[in-house]
């Protein structure tokens, strides 16, 4: 009964910064940790960060740390990722996700409650 909608991904250069959003409905958003994976042609989809419900805890792919910033607007029932200092290997189709009711994070596939449809991120040499 929830859905899930990215947008906000495109194509940037290699260095630059793009901000994905993932705005939810049909469920009580603060009620849900939230997360984000990426899914990379021939690739598993793999975590990227994950945030609690109350925005106190956050966790990140080793590869992610420093660069990207998971935020979340319970207000606006919204979930962002700040992308910056982009490299081709982030290239990826991102998907938004919520973890179950009960609040854990999301952190693998098999932890996600409800997935997005994804946003495609492109980051060109």
């Known amino acids: 009964q929830a859905q899930l909608v990215e947008s906000g991904g495109g194509l940037v250069q290699a260095g630059g910064s793009l901000r994905v959003s993932c705005a939810a409905s049909?469920?009580?958003?603060?009620?849900?940790?939230m997360g984000w994976f990426r899914q990379a042609p021939g690739k598993e989809r793999e975590f990227v960060a994950a945030?609690?419900?109350?925005?106190?805890?956050?966790e990140y792919t080793d590869s992610a740390k420093g660069r990207f910033t998971i935020s979340r607007d319970n207000a606006r029932n919204t979930v962002y990722l700040q992308m910056n200092s982009l490299k081709p290997d982030d290239t990826a189709v991102y998907y938004c996700?919520?973890?179950?009711?009960?609040?854990?994070?999301?952190?693998?596939?098999?932890?996600?409650?409800?997935w997005g449809q994804g946003t495609q991120v492109t980051v060109s040499s």
């Open positions: 049909k469920l009580i958003f603060s009620r849900y940790a």
């Open positions: 996700a919520a973890g179950g009711p009960w609040g854990s994070l999301p952190t693998t596939p098999g932890s996600v409650a409800y």
């Open positions: 945030i609690s419900r109350d925005a106190y805890n956050t």
